[in-house]
């Protein structure tokens, strides 16, 4: 009786250490650009993580890859090509209205940005 006790323990306590390292809380984001023009530099809250696309950025009705984020709400700022070079302007995500977001802890989510305005 008692071997099997003993048994019994050290079975559970190698499926408590396995279930411990499965535990996955990343949260991941990505973007598609639905603004018309190519953005480049998408930048989440406050620099917590960048996409960038080399100097073409990322065309019209594309995706972004998926990046950990640490940060679960904040703001997303992003350079669209004004013709002459990419400039940093003010972003409405089309699924809040603005350019703020929350995101849940160990979820991996893709939102769409639908516009970019730059200047005054």
């Not at 990343?26 to 598609?32: G, P, S, V």
């Not at 995706?63 to 972003?91: C, P, R, Y």
Request: proline share 1%; hydrophobic share 35%; glycine share 12%.
């Amino acid at each position: 009786m008692t071997k099997y006790r003993i048994l019994t323990i050290i079975i559970a306590s190698l499926i408590v250490t396995a279930g411990i390292g499965c535990n996955n809380d990343d949260t991941e984001l990505a973007w598609i650009n639905d603004a018309g023009a190519s953005i480049n530099d998408i930048i989440w809250a406050n620099n917590d993580q960048t996409w960038a696309n080399g100097t073409t950025g990322y065309a019209d009705k594309t995706q972004t890859e998926s990046k950990k984020v640490n940060s679960l709400s904040g703001s997303v700022i992003a350079s669209i090509d004004v013709g002459s070079g990419f400039e940093e302007g003010t972003v409405i995500i089309g699924e809040t209205g603005n350019g703020s977001l929350s995101l849940h802890d160990g979820s991996s989510e893709v939102y769409t940005i639908n516009s970019v305005s730059v200047g005054p």
